[in-house]
């Protein structure tokens, strides 16, 4: 069974997925694999640099996040460029990956799965939500800035949005025990080939 877990911007999607690796699903994470693209892949990396300027080239010689997110959070323009450079890239990573998998469930975290039209593609849609006060203050402890975290927003649909598209919601509104154990109860029914009931909430 394949299933792809959304939501927005520091709901817990990470530590949901994270959880379901560690019940024995097979994950993979599209903001990971783009995490790897800009560590590693040579043809990427300059690529980028070529668009957005040698500023954005890390000490490594990968791709500095934090400059690159200064530059295309806040300019719609510039993060479509960043987007066509490596959707294609990571959708297809993706893709090579579900397909090559013989897991009993197979996770695929993709923030922007309603926004790209791609949830067709999977036996089981999730969205995780959780209260804004609460991400708000995930988002600051991590270092995003207001500027950024509303830019990030706007790319994004509301959660309200991505929970009324998706098969399951799952409301991390309550501490990590709360979250494992709603990943616990998911898992079962995944692995009956059974996560599919519509309306209810998870
Ligand atoms: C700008 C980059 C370098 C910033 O990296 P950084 O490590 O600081 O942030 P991170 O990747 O963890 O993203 C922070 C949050 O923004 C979200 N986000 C990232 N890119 C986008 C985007 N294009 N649209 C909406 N949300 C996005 C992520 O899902 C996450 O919730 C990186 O996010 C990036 O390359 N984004 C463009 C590629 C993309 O669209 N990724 C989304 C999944 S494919
Ligand atoms: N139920 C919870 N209780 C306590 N902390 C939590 C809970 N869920 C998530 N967190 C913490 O909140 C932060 C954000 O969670 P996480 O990174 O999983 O979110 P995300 O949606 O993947 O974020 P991003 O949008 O940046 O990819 C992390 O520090 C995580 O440990």
């Known amino acids: 069974m394949t299933i792809a877990v959304t939501g ?13 690796g560690e019940l024995g699903a097979e994950t993979v ?6 995490h790897d693209l800009l560590l590693g892949d040579e043809k990427t990396i300059r690529r ?3 668009r957005f300027g040698d500023g954005v080239r890390g000490e490594e010689g990968g791709i500095d ?12 323009e510039a993060l479509k460029d ?6 294609p890239l990571v ?3 993706t893709d090579r990956r579900v397909s090559a998998s013989d897991a009993e469930v197979f996770v695929a975290e993709i923030p922007l799965l309603f926004e790209g039209e791609r949830s067709g593609q999977f036996d089981l849609t999730v969205a995780v939500t959780a209260p804004e006060e609460r991400r708000r203050a995930w988002a600051a402890e991590r270092g995003m800035g207001e500027d950024q975290r509303r830019a990030i927003e706007a790319r994004q ?10 098969d399951v919601v ?9 979250l494992r154990g709603q990943a616990e109860g998911l898992f079962e029914r995944f692995r009956g080939g059974n996560g599919r009931r519509e309306g209810e909430e998870g």
Not at 65 to 76: I, K, M, S, T, W
Not at 157 to 166: G, H, V
Request: aromatic share 4%; glycine share 8%.
């Open 170 to 178: 799952v409301e991390n509104d309550g501490d990590l025990d709360k």
């Open 48 to 50: 980028i640099a070529g």
């Open 91 to 93: 959708r297809e990573e």
């Open 82 to 87: 960043l987007e066509d450079i490596l959707h």
């Open 157 to 166: 649909l509301p959660q309200e949005e991505k929970a009324r598209r998706a």
């Open 29 to 34: 994470s599209a903001d990971a694999l783009v």
């Open 8 to 20: 927005p911007l520091a709901c817990g999607k990470s530590t949901f997925v994270r959880i379901l």
């Open 65 to 76: 996040r934090r400059a690159l997110a200064g530059v295309v959070f806040g300019d719609p």
